[in-house]
């Protein structure tokens, strides 16, 4: 925590010099302490100048997703100022699963450097190597039914894609429901879980997997084949921190824009990203193939299928091939 404030006056001082005994004097410390604050923070990968009349200098800070990392800086009210990092986890969304179960706070994230069982929906993995991408889960808690927490996934998939544009200057194309696409590649994916009463949601995590500075050849070919990264579409390597503030700084502003509004103005940001208002589509789930003209969505966040036959259908689940 004493790291973390020390890290927050020299990312506010970026540039100028900070003399120990200010820092001590801020903190309440002393100038030994805060030196030996200092030879930590080194140790984890912080480039820190020490001129002797002069003070401190953050040179540079290393991409961890760290709690202190992802702190210093953050400028959201709730999301992500509970943050509970790990090096490698099972699954970001079953550790934030656990701990909304014990009673953890809306805003609450789970962030891992990697997942050894990543989920995708439906029993799928989620390939997660390590210390490249982005794998992070967001617990919430909203006031509505059961039948209305698909929408938080759209919520999930708009702030996703608005967070990849401001910091990669990069904007993927939603695929409903769940998938973002660049250049017709997957470049993230949204798992949404929730526990529930009949009739209201005691919470939903909103896990989100985002390929950053990943190489597509260190996924097994057959995922490959339909992923890209960051990095692949840019030629960049691009800071996942700044990545992952604004991923939640976006989370919070449309689930804000969902809790005040409703879900009518994430309707309208959704069919902006989207991709398949007027193309003709096969969606599959479980045993069944519906395929005619993609519409939009309908009011619950449903997508509406024109079927051959003329008929409008509701599609409230499954996966969607682009065929035209
Ligand atoms: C998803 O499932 O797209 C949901 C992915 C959610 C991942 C996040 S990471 C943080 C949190 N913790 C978790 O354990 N999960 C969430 P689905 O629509 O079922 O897509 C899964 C399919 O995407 C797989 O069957 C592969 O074809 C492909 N895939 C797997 N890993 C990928 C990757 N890293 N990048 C792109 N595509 C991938």
Same mark, same amino acid.
């Given at each position: 925590?004493?790291?973390?404030?020390?890290?927050?006056?020299?990312?506010?001082?970026?540039?100028?010099?900070?003399?120990?005994?200010?820092?001590?004097?801020?903190?309440?410390?002393?100038?030994?302490?805060?030196?030996?604050?200092?030879?930590?923070?080194?140790?984890?990968?912080?480039?820190?100048?020490?001129?002797?009349?002069?003070?401190?200098?953050?040179?540079?800070?290393?991409?961890?997703?760290?709690?202190?990392?992802?702190?210093?800086?953050?400028?959201?009210?709730?999301?992500?100022?509970?943050?509970?990092?790990?090096?490698?986890?099972?699954?970001? *969304?079953?550790?934030?699963?656990? !701990?909304?179960?014990?009673? /953890?706070?809306?805003? =609450?994230?789970?962030?891992? @450097?990697?997942? #050894?069982?990543?989920?995708?929906?439906?029993?799928?993995?989620?390939?997660?190597?390590?210390?490249?991408?982005?794998?992070?889960?967001?617990?919430?808690?909203?006031?509505?039914?059961?039948?209305?927490?698909?929408?938080?996934?759209?919520?999930?998939?708009?702030?996703?894609?608005?967070?990849?544009?401001?910091?990669?200057?990069?904007?993927?194309?939603?695929?409903?429901?769940?998938?973002?696409?660049?250049?017709?590649?997957?470049?993230?994916?949204?798992?949404?879980?929730?526990?529930?009463?009949?009739?209201?949601?005691?919470?939903?995590?909103?896990?989100?997997?985002?390929?950053? *500075?990943?190489?597509?050849?260190? !996924?097994?070919?057959?995922? /490959?084949?339909?992923? =890209?990264?960051?990095?692949? @579409?840019?030629? #960049?390597?691009?800071?996942?921190?700044?990545?992952?503030?604004?991923?939640?700084?976006?989370?919070?502003?449309?689930?804000?824009?969902?809790?005040?509004?409703?879900?009518?103005?994430?309707?309208?940001?959704?069919?902006?990203?989207?991709?398949?208002?007027?193309?003709?589509?096969?969606?599959?789930?479980?045993?069944?193939?519906?395929?005619?003209?993609?519409?939009?969505?309908?009011?619950?966040?449903?997508?509406?299928?024109?079927?051959?036959?003329?008929?409008?259908?509701?599609?409230?689940?499954?996966?969607?091939?682009?065929?035209?």
């Amino acid at each position: 925590m004493i790291s973390e404030k020390i890290l927050n006056l020299l990312k506010e001082n970026r540039g100028e010099y900070i003399s120990g005994g200010e820092i001590g004097k801020y903190l309440d410390l002393s100038r030994t302490a805060v030196w030996k604050h200092i030879g930590r923070m080194r140790k984890s990968g912080y480039e820190i100048e020490a001129v002797p009349a002069l003070g401190y200098r953050l040179l540079s800070s290393p991409d961890l997703l760290t709690h202190a990392e992802i702190a210093a800086g953050l400028k959201t009210r709730y999301v992500g100022k509970s943050v509970h990092a790990f090096s490698t986890t099972d699954s970001t *969304n079953t550790k934030a699963y656990e !701990l909304a179960l014990h009673g /953890a706070p809306e805003g =609450t994230v789970v962030v891992a @450097e990697g997942q #050894k069982k990543g989920k995708g929906r439906l029993g799928r993995k989620w390939e997660s190597p390590k210390g490249v991408n982005i794998y992070t889960s967001i617990v919430l808690r909203p006031r509505i039914a059961p039948s209305s927490a698909s929408q938080t996934t759209l919520l999930a998939a708009v702030a996703t894609a608005r967070a990849i544009e401001k910091t990669a200057k990069v904007l993927p194309d939603i695929k409903w429901p769940n998938d973002l696409l660049v250049g017709g590649r997957k470049i993230a994916g949204i798992l949404m879980e929730l526990d529930s009463e009949a009739d209201m949601v005691n919470f939903i995590v909103l896990g989100i997997g985002i390929d950053v *500075n990943m190489d597509r050849d260190s !996924l097994p070919p057959d995922v /490959a084949k339909t992923a =890209t990264s960051l990095k692949e @579409e840019t030629g #960049k390597v691009l800071g996942r921190v700044i990545l992952i503030q604004e991923l939640y700084r976006q989370i919070e502003k449309w689930y804000e824009v969902f809790r005040t509004d409703g879900f009518g103005p994430i309707i309208t940001e959704w069919e902006r990203l989207s991709i398949m208002g007027g193309k003709y589509v096969k969606v599959s789930f479980l045993k069944e193939t519906r395929e005619g003209v993609a519409l939009g969505l309908d009011t619950d966040g449903a997508l509406l299928l024109r079927l051959p036959t003329g008929k409008i259908e509701r599609v409230v689940a499954g996966d969607v091939m682009m065929v035209r």
